[in-house]
């Protein structure tokens, strides 16, 4: 199957600091990615939709100016956490569609480990 | 809004056992409905989906589940389980066809799945 690729996979910041994750579809152009956030023993719940030249679609209560999401290209969408602090420290997952809108999979990174001091 | 709803929290079986991991989801419409599999650290991985058509389906690694439109439902199961299939397992549902959310997946809790040799 396509591959979604993150990076960093671990990442440990002091807070104040601001910390930027990448993914990436390797085989395939994605003109919308999905990020996602996890926390410990629970589900993952969705942080916004990126969309290739343009701006991200947030979900209701995710800080727009926290986590700034940039989709330069068909296969780069950024996550950056601004001004990173504990209560941030979570697994980040971003996911990626291929083909028909209607039946295109999702393919999912492998996850981002963020841990704020 | 949709939602999703794994009943079982933790489930532990013993290798070579049946498995069934319960999903039960509140939507309209049927929707699409989808197992992913993620292992400690790791992103997701997907099992299988039910878009329409057969409502038993096959997956993967010899996972099957079943779509039961009277009961809402759409259970995971595995004859015989192996050592290997230990980790969180996740239900989750996409709303129809196209518009702006058809990415957008509503994760259930997520089962854990321990395996006893």
């Known amino acids: 199957g396509a591959v979604v690729s993150q990076h960093p996979s671990r990442v440990i910041c002091k807070s104040g600091t601001s910390v930027k994750i990448e993914c990436r579809s390797l085989?395939?152009?994605?003109?919308?990615m999905f990020w996602y956030r996890q926390f410990p023993k629970q589900s993952l719940m969705l942080m916004a939709t990126?969309?290739?030249?343009?701006?991200?679609?947030?979900e209701q209560g995710v800080e727009k100016d926290k986590f700034l999401i940039n989709h330069a290209s068909l296969t780069l969408s950024t996550l950056t956490v601004t001004s990173a602090h504990p209560e941030d420290s979570s697994f980040y997952i971003c996911?990626?569609?291929?083909?028909?809108?209607?039946?295109?999979?999702?393919?999912f990174g492998e996850g981002s480990r963020l841990t704020v001091l | 809004a949709q939602s999703v709803t794994q009943p079982d929290i933790h489930i532990t079986v013993s290798e070579g056992a049946s498995l069934e991991l319960r999903c039960n989801y509140s939507?309209?419409?049927?929707?699409?409905l989808f197992w992913y599999v993620q292992s400690p650290g790791q992103g997701l991985q997907l099992l299988l989906k039910y878009f329409s058509g057969d409502t038993l389906v096959q997956g993967i690694k010899g996972f099957e589940a079943e779509f039961k439109r009277s009961q809402s439902s759409f259970n995971l199961r595995k004859p015989s389980v192996h050592w290997s299939d230990a980790a969180e397992y996740f239900c989750?549902?996409?709303?129809?066809?196209?518009?702006?959310?058809?990415?957008?997946?509503?994760f259930g809790q997520g089962t854990i799945l321990t395996v006893h040799p």
């Open positions: 085989d395939f152009q994605a003109t919308t």
């Open positions: 939507y309209g419409a049927t929707p699409y």
């Open positions: 990126s969309n290739e030249g343009s701006k991200a679609t947030y």
């Open positions: 996911s990626a569609r291929t083909g028909e809108r209607n039946t295109g999979e999702l393919f």
């Open positions: 989750a549902v996409r709303l129809g066809a196209g518009g702006t959310s058809y990415g957008k997946l509503t």
